[in-house]
């Protein structure tokens, strides 16, 4: 259920009625609407080691649209793979092995800064370790129908922890702790990682969004009746 209103809410626009008087006191009811938005977001997980419990693996990437799962890789099955029906039909083979080679690269990315934080924090090998990563796109519905950027998000985790997060806005990388400091000074005198990323955030994803969307416009619309190649550095 959870997850059935929180796709109803992310699609539909939120409605409000609002109790009014008129000048001969008479109450009449009116109906305010705020801007319909939607979201794509992929959610990258590895840990520092292989993990033996079920539905855990060392390494998982997803995509959602609207927070309702459309692609998924693991790295036990190392393979991208289509969630949804109409991300099937309408995307072809060379989509989906350009994605698994892409989650393939991530997971050897992770891998190696996984390793570069736990030794920066003097960590050992005996805890499991954990580095997330969230990027993604969100877009308000125009009255033609098309999409417009309201922000972008591109965020790190460790260990439960905010690691590092991408002001669009400033183009800066910004640290929460000291931990991250170093790898923020690094990140930030890449100006190519900087220009990359906010065109990402504010066009490419965009884009991508925008096609999803049709692609599954008519399952999209059934439900609400019933109630993307990243340029890495080390940190």
Not at 27 to 43: A, D, G, N, Q, R
Not at 124 to 138: E, F, R
Not at 207 to 231: C, T
Request: aromatic share 14%; hydrophobic share 35%.
């Amino acid at each position: 259920k959870r997850s059935y209103f929180t796709f109803f809410n992310a699609i539909m626009p939120k409605c409000y009625h609002i109790l009014s008087l008129t000048n001969n006191s008479l109450p009449y009811f009116s109906v305010s609407c705020l801007p319909e938005l939607h979201s794509l977001t992929y959610i990258y997980t590895a840990f520092s080691k292989p993990v033996t419990l079920p539905g855990l693996h060392e390494f998982t990437a997803m995509g959602l649209l609207d927070n309702r799962m459309i692609d998924y890789y693991d790295s036990e099955h190392q393979k991208k793979v289509p969630k949804q029906k109409w991300m099937a039909d309408h995307l072809e083979k060379e989509y989906w092995d350009k994605g698994t080679q892409s989650r393939k690269s991530k997971e050897q990315w992770f891998k190696v800064n996984i390793d570069i934080l736990m030794k920066r924090m003097r960590q050992n090998d005996t805890d499991t370790h954990i580095l997330q990563w969230m990027h993604g796109c969100v877009g308000e519905t125009q009255p033609d129908g098309s999409l417009k950027f309201v922000k972008g998000m591109d965020m790190y985790n460790y260990d439960g922890k905010d690691f590092l997060s991408f002001d669009d806005d400033k183009q800066v990388w910004v640290a929460p702790n000291t931990a991250a400091l170093e790898t923020k000074r690094k990140w930030d005198e890449v100006q190519v990682l900087k220009e990359y990323t906010k065109g990402y955030l504010e066009k490419e994803c965009m884009e991508w969004m925008s096609k999803f969307r049709d692609y599954g416009k008519e399952q999209l619309v059934k439900a609400s009746m019933y109630i993307i190649k990243h340029a890495f550095i080390y940190v």
